[in-house]
């Protein structure tokens, strides 16, 4: 589908056709994410599958290190609709190296008897609440983050477009390390607890750039928020394979997605009127970092009633 998308949007002829090719490749991560956790749940034993899932957000971090040298220097090499078939390209690596690794034989979640079943017992688990908790937070609070840090590199701190392709070069560094680094801590504790590690550090990193504003400390906050943005998806996968079988997992994920792209939706449309009126984006990212430290509260109250619940039962 990625490859699709790009490849359509490179012969695009008006605005029209590069949104076709947007929603194709919305859809491709509301179906990849799911299915990808499903394969590693299926296929994964349980004494690795929560550090193997949060090391999948490594690939988010070598795609973010790629998307920055292209926009460095597609404009130079070649139009824009060749930076486009090269991304098409690129996306058939890991849909070929998928069919030369994933287990033939994996089976097909099992389906909770009952039509609309498995949605709900996702949307009312305390793990599937997590998992849609998550999701519109990475979507409300990270997705405006995401969207506008090339703009306030060059637009509030005067960055030339080289030190915004290093920017992402940094953010797509540190996501390799971060994901697979919290997801063994996951694998070690609890996927929660990481959850909670996580989310601190992408409050603080927020909140030491609302503070001081200077392109250090964006550039520092940046790196802190890839530790909540990149292994995030593995671990409420893994949460939630635990707590709910695959089946309903799956289904507490494509939820979570659902949450992340209405909450991205919400956060970009408002953010981009917040700076069309010509107002500094520091506004909206105090507003982050406070929605987020409610999330963190959240996350940190469900860990400590978790392992209460556990001392109990080894009581």
């Known amino acids: 589908m990625p490859a699709v998308a790009l490849s359509v949007a490179s012969q695009a002829s008006s605005p029209a056709w590069i949104a076709v090719a947007a929603i194709v490749l919305g859809l491709n991560g509301s179906i990849s994410w799911p299915t990808t956790i499903h394969i590693v749940a299926s296929s994964v034993a349980v004494e690795s599958r929560t550090a193997v899932l949060g090391a999948i957000g490594s690939g988010v971090g070598l795609g973010w290190i790629v998307n920055g040298l292209l926009v460095r220097y597609s404009g130079d090499l070649f139009s824009w609709r060749g930076a486009m078939l090269i991304g098409a390209a690129i996306t058939l690596v890991p849909f070929l190296a998928a069919l030369a690794v994933v287990p033939s034989n ?13 949605f709900r017992m996702a949307a009312t688990s305390t793990a599937g609440l997590v998992v849609i908790l998550a999701g519109v937070a990475a979507g409300l609070f990270g997705a405006p983050f995401v969207s506008f840090l090339s ?128 107002r500094s984006f520091r506004g909206p990212l105090t507003l982050m970092t406070i929605g987020m430290t409610v999330v963190l509260a959240v996350f940190y109250i469900l860990y400590r009633s978790e392992h209460a619940e556990a001392d109990a039962g080894r009581g």
């Open 106 to 118: 994996v089976a097909r979640p099992i389906k909770p008897a009952g039509p609309g079943r498995g």
């Open 151 to 278: 703009v306030v590199a060059v637009d509030e701190f005067g960055s030339s477009s080289q030190e915004a392709a290093l920017l992402w070069g940094l953010v797509g560094g540190a996501g390799i390390v971060a994901a697979p680094l919290f997801g063994r801590l996951g694998q070690a504790t609890t996927p929660l607890l990481a959850l909670v590690a996580g989310a601190a550090l992408f409050v603080t990193g927020f909140a030491s750039l609302a503070i001081v504003w200077t392109y250090p400390i964006l550039v520092v906050g940046a790196v802190m928020f890839t530790a909540y943005y990149y292994p995030m998806w593995g671990l409420v996968g893994s949460l939630a394979t635990t707590a709910l079988g695959p089946g309903v997992a799956v289904r507490a994920v494509a939820l979570g997605l659902v949450g992340a792209a209405i909450g991205g939706s919400i956060g970009n449309i408002a953010v981009g009127a917040w700076y069309d009126a010509g």
